[in-house]
């Protein structure tokens, strides 16, 4: 059984900074590009960030120099460091894992990033 468990979201003030975690189990862990998602009260799911491969990373430019996407082979957890937070960051934030050589996909439950003004 897949599961990604988020973590580490909450309420925060602008400019504050928060580090959420998705720790996976189920899967081959480094088979997978990890990747971060986020979802605003009446917007769609949008990409915040994600590994395209072993070493590229791409961004949504709205969280590029703010935002850093890591992981951690050895834990089966991705990481995402979130700093110099904005009110428009606020959002619930799902972690994905995606299958590197085939259509497997899978979503976290999501934790929610309130950012106050």
């Known amino acids: 059984q897949v599961q990604l468990v988020e973590s580490g979201g909450g309420l925060v003030q602008s400019g504050g900074s928060l580090r959420l975690s998705c720790a996976a189990s189920?899967?081959?862990?480094?088979?997978?590009?990890m990747g971060w998602y986020r979802q605003a009260p009446g917007k769609e799911r949008e990409l915040v960030a994600r590994?395209?491969?072993?070493?590229?990373?791409v961004y949504a430019d709205s969280v590029k120099g703010r935002f850093t996407i890591s992981r951690d082979n050895a834990k089966n957890t991705v990481y995402l460091q979130m700093n110099s937070l904005k009110p428009e960051d606020t959002a619930v934030y799902y972690c994905?894992?995606?299958?590197?050589?085939?259509?497997?996909?899978?979503w976290g439950q999501g934790t929610q990033v309130t950012v106050s003004s």
């Open positions: 994905n894992a995606d299958h590197r050589y085939s259509s497997r996909d899978y």
């Open positions: 590994f395209t491969s072993v070493f590229n990373l």
């Open positions: 189920g899967i081959i862990f480094s088979n997978y590009r």
